[in-house]
């Protein structure tokens, strides 16, 4: 005869589903990226899903950075960016090319108040990112500026953050980072730049660094491009005695030269 404490699972599971179905049946499910009908919430229609480029073998062993096939990888499966400049957290993964299909879905969510994207979305990253996670400690978000925080009203990494710690079983510390000075737009800076600019704009928050220290985090943000915010990030988080830092992101920008890869950021006083 089954326990109470057996049986707390399968009855959370069938309250699950229950409650997923009266929600499709009161908004029948509809695409990621359009309004087309699927079978379920949080997948992409017949149409939409050729569109989007998922990231899968053969990557680059650290980046994740997609190859066009096997023989692209130099030393220890690594691309040449990471050969010449070895970024400062350990891997990165990501779902998605960032490119006009990601962009459709991913920007909403950024700055359309789209927040309902999001747990579709942590579903896919905890996907792509399940060799990160299954050794992960700690969540963290990349931080935003208070006053950005403020304009926008949430932070899409930590919604981001929060789905798939839900699906990981791995704790989020959403105000573990914070940031210390605002930054002008990066959009059009390359990566040295950005590096230089992201420079000591990064901190641990204090009443958090005693459980950081010795455990993995995992990195999390919507878009990674050049790393340089991937890499400030990791540079502060291992200073504040973390073991390692990983990053898992929605969608990365597929750079193909070493000069426009993931630098490495110099320690630059706070």
């Not at 399968?10 to 079978?39: K, M, Q, S, T």
């Not at 062993?61 to 400062?88: D, K, M, N, T, Y």
């Not at 878009?223 to 502060?236: M, Q, Y």
Request: glycine fraction near 8%; charge should be positive.
């Amino acid at each position: 005869m089954a326990t109470p404490r057996s049986a707390d699972p399968w009855l959370l599971r069938l309250g699950a589903g229950l409650a997923r179905g009266v929600i499709d049946l009161l908004l029948p499910p509809r695409c990621l990226a359009c309004e087309n009908p699927v079978e379920r919430q949080g997948l992409l229609c017949a149409e939409c899903f050729p569109r989007h480029r998922f990231i899968t073998a053969p990557m680059c062993a650290r980046c994740g950075l997609p190859f066009a096939h096997p023989g692209e990888a130099g030393r220890e499966g690594l691309c040449e960016s990471c050969l010449i400049h070895p970024p400062v957290f350990g891997r990165a993964r990501a779902v998605w090319r960032y490119d006009a299909a990601s962009r459709d879905i991913l920007l909403p969510l950024k700055h359309a108040d789209r927040t309902e994207l999001a747990p579709a979305l942590a579903r896919l990253m905890a996907a792509a990112g399940r060799e990160l996670l299954a050794g992960a400690d700690l969540l963290v978000p990349v931080p935003l500026h208070y006053r950005r925080l403020v304009a926008r009203r949430y932070n899409q990494a930590a919604l981001l953050a929060r789905g798939i710690g839900r699906i990981a079983r791995v704790p989020v510390v959403p105000d573990l980072l914070r940031r210390v000075r605002a930054t002008p737009s990066l959009g059009e800076l390359g990566a040295a730049e950005r590096a230089a600019v992201l420079a000591g704009t990064i901190a641990v928050a204090p009443r958090h660094r005693a459980r950081l220290a010795g455990r993995r985090v995992v990195l999390i943000d919507d878009v990674l491009t050049s790393g340089a915010t991937a890499n400030e990030c990791a540079r502060v988080l291992l200073g504040g005695g973390a073991a390692a830092v990983d990053v898992l992101a929605a969608a990365r920008v597929p750079l193909s030269r070493p000069d426009a890869g993931l630098t490495r950021t110099r320690s630059t006083p706070m």
